[in-house]
């Protein structure tokens, strides 16, 4: 086992935007993963807008070797079509891994963002609005949805899911829910892995409205390690077959 791990390559795959913010977090997590796992090569790759590309990534990777991984959240477009298609394109045989989704580590780091934005874990008051972007794909929705009901599992906020793009509820809408509910004091918390163009309007929203943001989850350690169980889980699938 040990062994096929060291044979493979980690290619953690973001999106890409016109924002520096969001290719520096990317890179920061590989950074992390390099410190958790030193033997590992793993390097970083991107769709669009950065580089480098996937393709040439991918292109200097050995026919089999790669495993990509998607840094991405939502079980979307980006993780269905997009990284699939530039799969197949650089004829590399690369294995593709899963999203991140809504591992309990993230959610994890999500409800550490918070504390360490000043909300209490234990204050009934608190109204969380766990804000993503949204989907075409309903499933896609659901499963962010999961989110905000995990983080209320430890802690005493009321939760509720607000996409910042596409399908509702809105932000507002998801606002107007929670005070509905008897929650006095509102707090945003992006289910975002980096700032960028999207955060910059939730904060706006914010802002706007008084109420306080805690930041992305960023390039924290349990980011990493889920990036890493996910590559584990397609290197054993592979030294089983």
Known sequence: MRAARLLSVLVLTAHGSADPRSAATARAVVDCIRRLRPHLD???AFCEQNTPDLRDVLATVPAGRAVVVPLLLADAYHARVDIPAMIDDSGSRARQADVLGEDERLVHVLRQRLEQAGVPRLDPRVGVLVTAVGSTRPQAN?????????????????????????????????????????????????????????????????????LPMSAPLGAHRQVAETVLDRFDTVVTARTAA
């Open 42 to 44: 793993a390097r970083v």
């Open 142 to 210: 659901t499963r962010t949805c999961a989110v905000a009901a995990e983080l209320a599992l430890t802690t005493r906020w009321a939760t509720a899911t607000a996409f910042a793009t596409g399908p509702h509820p809105t932000l507002a809408e998801a606002a107007e829910s929670l005070r509905a509910r008897g929650a006095t004091r509102l707090v945003v918390a992006p289910w975002f892995l980096a700032h960028g163009r999207i955060t910059d309007r939730v904060a706006a929203f914010a802002s706007a409205h008084g």
